[in-house]
């Protein structure tokens, strides 16, 4: 597995113009994420949740990557075996960055997959035809997105990416869903980029922390990398 994990955020696709939970406006503002992120609401919302990731889709169509997702596509372009990319987003900010081997532990927003099967399909920003089932067992399509309460099956796989792990990058989140001082501790050297402190963060275990943009702090970021890759 990799040497330099780099785990991102919301707070890396903020700049591209992407809404977070936290925005004062936007399109998580005009719903409770009770009816339309968590488990069981394709049961008791499913049009509303449904219409809702429908809109995200259309959201991201014409957001583009900024600094911070190119510099990090293109460290690991140089150093593909070195470098892994792990994301709590699900869009698509790294794919049009250019690089495809993106770990996406909550879903990708252009995918919608089989509720019973493990059917996935990429219908990039379209709407998600109702009436359309799943051509292998006739079951119904949902988004592709882990839901508040549901397993997450990726969190396997980025325990095995941290296994090998030396260098841990954390950009852009708050750690309120995954516990990034639990993580961190897997590596010997640690770096924090958030636009301000988080109380559910200790900066104390990390070596460098930025408190600012990340399109300011990735290339402060990418020269500290390059004394793990050379």
């Known amino acids: 597995m990799s040497k330099i994990v780099i785990f991102s955020g919301a707070g890396v696709s903020a700049e591209s113009g992407i809404s977070t939970f936290r925005d004062s406006d936007g399109l998580w503002e005009k719903h409770n994420i009770a009816d339309i992120c968590t488990s069981g609401c394709l049961q008791t919302n499913r049009e509303e949740t449904l219409s809702f990731y429908d809109a995200r889709r259309n959201d991201i169509e014409d957001k583009e990557p900024n600094l911070a997702h190119k510099t990090i596509v293109k460290i690991k372009e140089q150093y593909p075996d070195k470098i892994s990319i792990i994301t709590q987003n699900v869009d698509d900010m790294f794919e049009k960055a250019g690089c495809s081997d993106i770990l996406h532990l909550h879903g990708f927003l252009r995918e919608i997959r089989c509720e019973k099967c493990s059917y996935v399909e990429d219908i990039a920003y379209a709407k998600q035809n109702r009436d359309k089932i799943c051509p292998t067992c006739n079951s119904k399509l949902r988004p592709n997105i882990v839901f508040f309460g549901e397993p997450a099956p ?40 958030n636009l301000e402190p988080s109380n559910l963060i200790n900066e104390e275990y990390f070596n460098e922390v930025y408190y600012e943009n990340a399109t300011t702090a990735i290339p402060k970021i990418e020269e500290s990398l390059q004394k793990f890759l050379d």
Request: contains cysteine.
């Open 154 to 193: 990726k969190y396997e796989e980025l325990y095995k990416h941290l296994e090998d792990c030396e260098v841990f990058v954390c950009i852009g989140t708050s750690g309120a869903v995954i516990n990034v001082d639990m993580l961190s501790q897997w590596a010997e050297y640690r770096i924090l980029n």
